[in-house]
């Protein structure tokens, strides 16, 4: 079945990059997914790219997909006290016309100053 | 736009009672989702419903969970009887689910559950 493995911690000093990494089984992921949640609230989704590209950016996110090795990254630059929370990876997989998702256990992001 | 309302937020209550939960996913989304989230890991897909049909329940236990969405808005998640093992978070999202669309998922603040 379809798995998503992500390291458990990472810790980051204020204005340093962090990268978040998510490995997954699934060749045929449809798309890839970063959510970020905060303690005691709902995920809020933060970026997604399709199977089919490489890399997207988006103002401090940047977000690397290895397709042959199935890895997928989130560069966070400059990463702020507020960034602290844990990020989750997630993939769809097209499933008789539906969209099943898998999310992996999340990754516990913190900052220090 | 307001965004997915869920409640109750806590609930606790003893093993072997029931206990429902209900969702109202963002007003027009087709897509309602139901996740349950243990402590200390990813959400794990419980139901999916498009409009008032089930799509996919493959992991729901259906020996005492089960979920309605009746006239395809509101949604509601029920247990009974509970165990220990169903203390977790209960997230409900929905989607628009437009046709080539990302199928972005917008999440709830969920209900956490505590069975004792």
């Known amino acids: 079945g379809e798995d998503v493995e992500q390291s458990l911690f990472l810790s980051v000093r204020e204005g340093d990059s962090s990268v978040i990494n998510c490995t997954y089984t699934?060749?045929?992921?449809?798309?890839l997914y970063w959510y970020k949640q905060e303690p005691g609230a709902g995920l809020q989704l933060l970026t997604y790219?399709?199977?089919?590209?490489d890399m997207k950016q988006d103002q401090r996110l940047t977000v690397l997909l290895n397709k042959k090795d199935k890895h997928l990254s989130l560069r966070i630059a400059d990463t702020q006290t507020g960034d602290s929370a844990i990020y989750f990876c997630?993939?769809?997989?097209?499933?008789?016309?539906?969209?099943?998702?898998?999310f992996g256990r999340g990754t516990s992001l913190i900052v220090h100053p | 736009e307001a965004g997915v309302a869920q409640s109750p937020r806590y609930k606790i209550i003893e093993k072997r009672q029931s206990v429902a939960f209900w969702c109202n996913p963002i007003?027009?989304?087709?897509?309602l989702y139901w996740y349950q989230q243990i402590l200390g890991q990813g959400p794990k897909l419980l139901i999916q419903f498009q409009n008032n049909g089930v799509v996919d329940d493959s992991q729901l236990p259906k020996d005492r969970f089960s979920a309605e969405r009746l006239k395809g808005v509101d949604s509601t998640l029920k247990i009974q009887p509970a165990k220990l093992e169903d203390s977790a978070v209960y997230l409900c999202?929905?989607?628009?689910?437009?046709?080539?669309?990302?199928?972005?998922?917008?999440f709830g603040p969920g209900t956490r559950l505590t069975v004792l």
């Open positions: 997630a993939e769809t997989t097209a499933s008789g016309g539906s969209y099943i998702p898998t």
């Open positions: 007003s027009g989304h087709a897509t």
């Open positions: 999202a929905s989607s628009l689910r437009l046709a080539g669309s990302t199928d972005t998922q917008y």
């Open positions: 699934d060749s045929s992921s449809t798309y």
């Open positions: 790219i399709f199977s089919n590209m």
